[in-house]
């Protein structure tokens, strides 16, 4: 098969030997180079992957999906329940009365957002009850006034299950002795931990309890809703809420979650970004290299000039030369950042044994380990972006060399 000259001649250029090894070491430099950004990008991109799915999985296996409230309670939620489970997506609904207050315990306190629900029903759109360290969601019963506490919270506070809290809302109480705040105690009767920011802001109540602190007897503010799947809620529960009457209104878990997960999201772009400037120099390692070369084999580009090379074709080898060493550099780093990608959390495992140390302490981390989530498409980007900086790179040094006259390089050969 007969290679097309300037194919032919860039690949040559590529493996053959210097006669000055300080380009060789170029070359070598900037394949390197490449290598190892291409390979940090997708490591770091996939780890930026794994925190995001374990944040949203935490998270939304506690948080519901999505809620539809009512201007001034709703008293016939079960109705309302009832024909929310008939729609689509929609498996299972809990009503539910949210307010904020100051949880205090052993002179320390801590502001919350306490959520009067039913037993029953939570379990239906919250996966907290399967995340209880201690107690459990059953004493929580009307009048008994016992309180469910995430686990950063209760060791914030210094409490275990058998300790009472006092939880003093917002709001003054006017007494014969004056006016004071209102406030109650209550009795921890369970610890959860999901791993994750609710751990450290979310108590649970009794409904009946939550709607007679906050004068509500009777009714509820809404329903929590959970779905089939969480991206279905984005554009449902707004839709839902409508059909229901002017007074609903609906917001799903992004009002809520989302923007914690656009940090990470804008996170993980900047970081990428950052990460792109360990190409951007092998791009630019790349450059001086061919600059060099074109130094080097003047003579030898005004001799193919003579034997009838066109400028075009001499910018086609050097272009050649230049890109080769982008490709396999972008490939051997996309390579190699896969296979570790793919077994980044095995391989820090194995080194936690081996040296008998925890990178991430669950005491002080949500997530306990170094998660990793492979996504091809992302890899597909950043071998694309490299390859194009790869060849955006070869194109000053190529011209540069289309531009070398003959006569002018083999005057004193």
Avoid: C
């Avoid at 999505?66 to 609904?93: C, E, N, S, T, Y």
């Avoid at 809990?94 to 320390?108: C, D, E, K, T, Y």
């Avoid at 809703?225 to 529960?237: H, I, K």
């Amino acid at each position: 098969m007969i290679k097309p000259v300037p194919l032919f001649i860039g690949l040559r250029y590529v493996i053959a030997r210097r006669r000055q090894q300080f380009i060789s070491f170029i070359n070598g430099f900037s394949l390197l180079g490449m290598a190892l950004g291409v390979l940090a990008l997708i490591v770091v991109s996939s780890v930026m992957n794994g925190f995001d799915r374990e944040l949203k999985t935490r998270i939304l296996s506690v948080v519901p999906h999505g809620f539809i409230m009512r201007k001034g309670g709703l008293q016939d939620w079960q109705q309302v329940a009832a024909w929310l489970k008939q729609q689509p997506h929609v498996i299972a609904a809990s009503p539910v009365v949210r307010g904020f207050a100051l949880l205090s315990a052993n002179n320390h306190s801590e502001g919350v957002e306490f959520q009067g629900v039913e037993p029953e029903a939570l379990r239906q759109v919250s996966a907290v009850g399967q995340h209880l360290l201690m107690g459990s969601l059953t004493p929580l019963k009307p009048r008994s006034y016992n309180i469910v506490l995430g686990r950063i919270l209760a060791r914030q506070l210094g409490v275990i299950p058998g300790d009472h809290v006092v939880l003093t809302l917002p709001e003054a109480a006017i007494t014969p002795a004056g006016i004071f705040p209102r406030s109650k105690r209550f009795t921890v009767a369970g610890v959860f931990s999901v791993g994750a920011q609710v751990d450290q802001n979310i108590a649970l109540i009794n409904l009946e309890d939550a709607a007679r602190l906050l004068r509500m007897p009777g009714s509820v503010q809404g329903l929590q809703l959970r779905f089939d799947d969480m991206n279905t809620a984005l554009g449902l529960v707004g839709n839902y809420a409508r059909e229901l009457g002017e007074e609903f209104s609906g917001e799903d878990w992004s009002h809520a979650q989302g923007s914690l997960f656009q940090a990470v999201k804008m996170e993980k772009t900047m970081v990428t970004l950052l990460l792109m400037i360990i190409v951007a120099v092998a791009a630019f390692n790349i450059v001086s290299a061919l600059v060099l070369m074109v130094a080097d084999k003047r003579s030898d580009i005004a001799v193919l000039r003579t034997l009838g090379m066109t400028s075009r074709q001499i910018m086609a080898i050097f272009v050649v030369q230049g890109s080769t060493i982008g490709i396999v550099g972008a490939a051997a780093g996309a390579l190699l950042g896969t296979l570790i990608a793919l077994n980044l959390t095995a391989m820090v495992s194995w080194v936690e044994q081996l040296v008998g140390a925890q990178l991430f302490d669950p005491q002080v981390f949500f997530v306990g380990f170094l998660p990793s989530e492979f996504r091809p498409l992302d890899a597909l980007i950043v071998l694309s972006a490299a390859i194009s900086m790869s060849l955006l790179a070869t194109l000053f040094p190529a011209w540069r060399a289309a531009q070398i006259a003959p006569a002018e390089a083999l005057r004193y050969e």
